[in-house]
């Protein structure tokens, strides 16, 4: 079964700190995808990363990494400096095979991160 | 280039009622999803339609229905509105089935009182 598990609900970090949201997801698909979204307080969910599962290759993106491990089935997500603007709930996400299944998406229950000023 | 488009943003509809949500995807996109975010149930896949055809179904009954138009915008229908069923309806533009990129809109807020 597919299953995409965030176990920290809430985070508050102090301005300029950083901070890493873990997730943790369950398949038995060899190709599979991973991403991360941002949620805004506005609703839209932003689209931060995507990963495939033949690409463990850790990934920076200005403030933002990404650490891939098949071998603890962990997607994790640092923010370096974290600023205000970061506060948003973010969420995991897997798709499996999409020739089976298309594009649908199976999403951990969140993070809501808060950056304190 | 235009991003996807939901309308309306808010609803308050009553008990029994029907409603009918609107969503247009990216130019170009041919796929779209739509999911339903409740705070107990978190994001959960409602179905995906491509080329005007369903393609994918998620575990919802079928009071939740949905529809592609040739131009690829969807409508997706609720009939017989319970109050369990008010959340957040976000729908997602792909550009093409199985193409692993989704950009979603920034969502329906349904209200059944």
């Known amino acids: 079964a597919q299953k995409v598990t965030q176990a920290q609900t809430e985070i508050s970090v102090v301005e300029k700190e950083d901070v890493t949201l873990d997730c943790v997801y369950e398949?038995?698909?060899?190709?599979?995808?991973l991403f991360w979204y941002k949620q805004p307080p506005s609703g839209e969910l932003v689209f931060l990363i995507r990963?495939?599962?033949?690409?463990?290759q850790n990934e920076i993106s200005g403030r933002y990494s990404w650490n891939f491990q098949k071998s603890t089935s962990s997607f994790n997500f640092t923010i370096t400096a974290s600023q205000v603007v970061d506060s948003a709930v973010y969420f995991c996400a897997l798709s499996e095979a999409p020739g089976n299944t298309g594009n649908q998406f199976y999403f951990g229950t969140g993070t809501s991160l808060t950056v304190i000023p | 280039k235009a991003g996807v488009t939901q309308t309306p943003r808010y609803l308050i509809k009553t008990r029994g009622q029907q409603v009918t949500l609107s969503c247009s995807p990216i130019?170009?996109?041919?796929?779209v999803s739509w999911y339903q975010q409740t705070p107990g149930q978190g994001l959960q896949f409602l179905f995906e339609?491509?080329?005007?055809?369903?393609?994918n179904k998620g575990n919802f009954p079928g009071r939740f229905s949905g529809r592609q138009f040739s131009n690829s915008r969807s409508e997706m229908n609720v009939s017989t509105l319970e109050l369990g069923d008010s959340a957040l309806y976000l729908c997602?533009?792909?550009?093409?089935?199985?193409?692993?990129?989704?950009?979603f809109g920034q969502g329906t807020r349904l209200t059944v009182v």
């Open positions: 990963r495939n599962s033949f690409d463990e």
């Open positions: 339609y491509f080329s005007e055809t369903q393609r």
């Open positions: 130019s170009g996109h041919r796929s």
């Open positions: 997602a533009s792909s550009p093409a089935w199985g193409s692993t990129e989704a950009f």
């Open positions: 398949t038995r698909d060899t190709t599979y995808y």
